[in-house]
C-alpha cells in the first residue's frame, strides 16, 4: 500500500488514517501533500490540487508544519514517525520519539503525571533492528496552545523477568527526541511471577523511619522499613519488581468474540463484565475490550468501574455511581471490523483485594442505525457474567464480554507502575499548618504536584522528600497535602536525587544495593548488604547471624539455648551488681558489660536466693543494664553477686525448628537442652554447638523415654 490509499484529505483541511495498519514518515506526507498539491484538479477523497493554499512546509526531513486549515488528529499521528509535525500555527505538536533498545523492549511513557494511554507503540513499532532501534512514533506534547506539561516525557521499560529501565526528556524539541533504554534479562528474577505474587507477607511500613542499620546505636534514617519475612534477600528484591512492574491483567476473558452486544443504539446504553480483583489490593490502571462500530456514530465512549451486586456469575450488575472513569475514545474512529481498545484511567481507583468489581462500557450518543458493538460470547468462559443497560442494568448468565482489566499494586500512595523513588529533598521553614500523612500527595504552584514519601516531622518538618509527578520541583512555594490539609513553605535547597532500577536498588543475588533513602528492617540484613539513608551516607549492616533447632515437636518439647560451659549452662555468665527485693523491678544491672553480640530482646535468667532461676524477659539493653518487664522479687529476693546469663532460646516451642538471630561478634559455643514430659516422653536431649560467622545449627535427637 502507498500513503495515498491510507490517507485522505477533506475540503476542510482534515487529513485523516483510513489504513488499516501501514505506518509513514512525516516526510512520506508532506511529499504525498506536495504530489497532491500540483494535481490540475482534486478528485476522490483527496480535496487539494493546485489551486489550494499550501498545506505543508518542510524545516527538515524530520519536522512538517501543516498551514491552516490543514490538520492531523491524534489517530493519524499513530500511523507517523521519524520527526514532527507542527499544526494550528504551533499550537498543536507531536513530536517524533526514537528508542534506542533491545528488541522485544515493551515501552510505557510517563506524561504529565500518567500512564499515558493507549499505548500505541508497546512492542517494535517502526523499529529498526539494524541501528538498534526499538520504536519510533509521535506523542503529542503542545494542546491548545499550551505545553503539556512542560514537554516532559519519561520512558521506561518495566517487564518481570527483565531489567528495568527509563530516560527522561526534560522537554522535547522538534524532529526526533532520543530515548536510551535498556532491556535485557535479569538474572537475579527468574522466579515465576505467579510464584512472587505469592509473597504477600513481605510489607512496608511508609514514611519517615529511624534504623540502626550499622548498628553503631544511633538511627539513620529512611523512607521506608521493609520486612521480607520469611524470604531471601533476592525474594524480596522480586517482589520489589513486582510491585513496580507495568501494571498487568488483573482479570480477561479473550474470546473470538463471536456474539455481538450493541452499546449505544437508542435502546442499550452500557455493557458490562464482572470480575473478581485478585489477592492483594491494586489501582485500576487501564481496561480493554473488542469494538467495532455499525453505520457512522459519533461521540465519545467511556469504560467504567463500579461496585458490584448481585451474585457472581449470574446476576452481577453495577451498583451506585461510577467509583472511576476512564478517558474518551472517539467512536467514529472505530472501524466496520474489531478492533482491541485500550481505555486508560488517568484517576485510579484503589481495588481491594478479592474483592467482586463490574467494568462497564458506556456510550449513549448513537441511534438504531449508528452504534457500537461490542464483542463476547454467549456461552459462559469467565467466572463473571454480563450485564446490559436499557435505563436499568439487567444480568445474563451465560454471557461474558471480551475484556482485560489491567492493575497496579499500591506503592506510596500511587500506583506501582508510576512509583519511581525519590526525585527531590526539599527544604522547609515556616510557615506550617496542621500535621501531615506518612506518605500523600502534595500539591504546589499552579499546576505541580508529588507524592510525599517522607518528611522528617508530621507538624514541625524542615526537610520533605518527594518524586515529581508533573511539573517542576518546588521554588519557595506552599506545599499542600491532599488528604491532610496540612502545609509548609519550601524554602533554601532542593537536592535532586539519583534513581535506581528498580526502586529499590540491585540484587547480586545473596545481598541488595539499597537505593537513594530505601530502608530495610534490620534483622533482615547481612554483612553483605548495603543500604544508603536519606542524608545519602552509606550505611552497611553487621553480621546478623542465626542459629537454628530442629527436630522439634510443637506443643511439647521445652528448648533452652545458653551459653555452654564445659557441657553445662553457663549460669555465672553475669553476676548481679545490685539486690533486687521490690515488687517492680524494671531493669537489671550485671558485670560484666553486656556483650555485644547479645539480641536486642529476649529472655534472661537471674538467681533468686532460693536457688531458682527467674524466668525474665528483657526489652533492651545498653552497657551492663537489661531493661526488663516489671517482675516481683519481692517473695524471693535476688541478691547482688547471684548470678545471671542471657538464655538465647527459652520457651515452649510454637514450630518443627526454632531459631534466634544475634550480632556475629566472635564465635559462641552454645549448650542446647530439650525435654519433653508429655504424651510421647523422650528422654533429654543435650548437646553443644557453634554459633559462627555463617550461624548455626542443631538437631534434637528424640529418645523415647521408656
Not at 468501574?305 to 474512529?333: Q, R
Not at 516481683?632 to 514450630?655: H, P, Q, R, T
Amino acid at each position: 500500500m502507498a500513503i495515498r490509499d491510507d490517507f485522505s484529505v477533506s475540503s476542510d483541511g482534515s487529513i485523516r488514517y483510513v489504513g488499516v495498519g501501514e505506518n509513514y514518515t512525516v516526510i512520506q506526507l508532506h511529499r504525498w501533500l506536495g504530489d497532491l498539491m500540483d494535481d490540475a484538479q482534486a478528485a476522490g477523497n483527496d480535496i487539494l490540487d493546485i489551486t489550494d493554499a499550501t498545506a505543508s512546509e518542510r524545516s527538515t526531513d524530520n519536522i512538517v508544519t501543516l498551514k491552516t486549515p490543514y490538520n492531523i488528529d491524534d489517530e493519524a499521528s499513530k500511523h507517523l514517525y521519524d520527526g514532527s509535525v507542527i499544526q494550528d500555527n504551533g499550537n498543536t505538536i507531536y513530536d517524533g520519539i526514537l528508542v534506542f533498545a533491545n528488541v522485544g523492549a515493551y515501552l510505557y511513557v510517563f506524561q504529565n503525571g500518567s500512564v499515558l494511554s493507549p499505548n500505541f507503540w508497546t512492542i517494535g513499532l517502526n523499529a529498526d533492528a539494524t541501528n538498534g532501534i526499538s520504536h519510533r512514533f509521535m506523542i503529542k506534547v503542545r494542546s491548545g496552545g499550551t505545553d503539556i506539561d512542560g514537554r516532559r516525557l519519561i520512558g521506561i521499560t518495566r517487564e518481570f523477568g527483565s531489567t528495568y529501565s527509563e530516560f527522561k526528556i526534560n522537554g522535547t524539541s522538534r524532529g526526533n527526541n532520543v530515548m536510551a533504554l535498556t532491556y535485557a534479562t535479569d538474572l537475579n528474577n527468574q522466579t515465576a511471577e505467579a510464584t512472587v505474587n505469592g509473597y504477600i507477607t513481605i510489607t512496608n511500613t511508609e514514611g519517615y523511619r529511624g534504623l540502626d542499620v550499622d548498628n553503631n546505636t544511633v538511627n539513620e534514617y529512611y523512607y521506608s522499613e521493609w520486612n521480607k519475612a520469611t524470604y531471601t534477600i533476592n525474594q524480596f528484591y522480586e517482589r520489589e519488581k513486582w510491585l513496580s512492574r507495568r501494571g498487568t491483567a488483573e482479570s480477561a476473558y479473550t474470546d473470538s468474540s463471536a456474539a455481538n452486544f450493541a452499546v449505544g443504539n437508542a435502546t442499550i446504553t452500557g455493557q458490562a463484565q464482572s470480575f473478581v480483583n485478585g489477592s492483594n489490593g491494586v489501582y485500576l490502571t487501564r481496561a480493554f475490550t473488542r469494538l467495532r462500530k455499525v453505520g457512522s456514530p459519533t461521540g465519545n465512549i467511556v469504560a467504567k468501574l463500579y461496585t458490584h451486586s448481585g451474585t457472581y456469575g449470574t446476576s452481577s450488575v453495577p451498583t451506585g455511581g461510577a467509583l472511576s472513569t476512564s478517558n474518551n475514545i472517539d467512536v467514529s474512529k472505530l472501524t466496520t471490523i474489531y478492533q482491541e481498545v485500550e481505555f486508560g484511567f488517568y484517576t485510579q481507583y484503589l481495588m481491594t483485594a478479592s474483592t467482586n468489581y463490574v467494568v462497564a462500557f458506556e456510550y449513549s450518543a448513537g441511534n438504531g442505525s449508528n452504534y457500537v458493538q461490542v464483542g463476547g460470547v454467549t456461552t459462559s468462559g469467565h467466572g463473571g457474567n454480563r450485564s446490559e443497560n436499557t435505563g436499568a442494568w439487567a444480568a445474563t448468565a451465560t454471557d461474558d464480554l471480551n475484556f482485560q482489566v489491567y492493575a497496579s499494586p499500591k506503592l506510596y500512595g500511587i500506583s506501582g507502575e508510576k512509583f519511581r523513588g525519590i526525585t527531590h529533598e526539599l527544604g522547609l521553614t515556616t510557615p506550617r499548618s496542621g500535621d501531615f500523612n506518612a506518605t500523600e500527595l502534595v500539591s504546589w504552584g499552579s499546576d505541580s504536584t508529588g507524592v510525599m514519601v517522607a518528611i522528617d516531622s508530621s507538624n514541625s518538618g524542615t526537610k520533605m522528600w518527594i518524586q515529581l509527578l508533573r511539573g517542576t520541583a518546588p521554588s519557595s512555594h506552599l506545599l499542600t497535602g491532599s488528604t491532610s490539609g496540612a502545609t509548609a513553605t519550601h524554602s533554601g535547597t532542593t537536592t535532586e536525587r539519583t534513581l535506581s532500577f528498580p526502586f529499590c536498588g540491585a540484587s547480586t543475588g545473596s545481598a541488595i544495593i539499597g537505593s537513594y533513602g530505601f530502608g530495610i528492617e534490620t534483622n533482615d540484613l547481612s554483612a553483605s548488604d548495603k543500604l544508603f539513608d536519606l542524608t545519602n551516607t552509606q550505611r552497611t549492616p553487621p553480621n546478623n547471624v542465626t542459629f537454628t533447632v530442629g527436630g522439634l515437636v510443637i506443643g511439647e518439647d521445652r528448648l533452652l539455648v545458653t551459653w555452654n560451659d564445659g557441657g553445662n549452662i553457663d549460669e555465672n555468665q553475669f553476676t548481679l551488681d545490685a539486690t533486687y527485693s521490690g515488687g517492680t523491678v524494671t531493669s537489671i544491672q550485671v558485670s560484666p558489660a553486656i556483650p555485644s553480640d547479645t539480641a536486642s530482646t529476649g529472655t534472661i535468667r537471674v538467681q533468686c536466693n532460693s536457688g531458682i532461676y527467674k524466668r525474665i524477659s528483657y526489652t533492651s539493653w545498653t552497657g551492663d543494664i537489661f531493661t526488663i518487664e516489671s517482675t516481683n522479687f519481692s517473695g524471693d529476693n535476688a541478691n547482688s553477686g547471684n548470678n545471671c546469663y542471657v538464655s538465647y532460646i527459652d520457651k515452649l516451642v510454637e514450630a518443627t525448628s526454632e531459631a534466634f538471630t544475634v550480632v556475629y561478634s566472635t564465635d559462641r559455643s552454645l549448650y542446647i537442652r530439650v525435654r519433653d514430659g508429655g504424651v510421647t516422653p523422650i528422654k533429654t536431649f543435650e548437646t553443644t554447638g557453634s554459633l559462627g560467622s555463617a550461624g548455626g545449627s542443631a538437631t534434637a535427637i528424640r529418645t523415647a523415654d521408656v
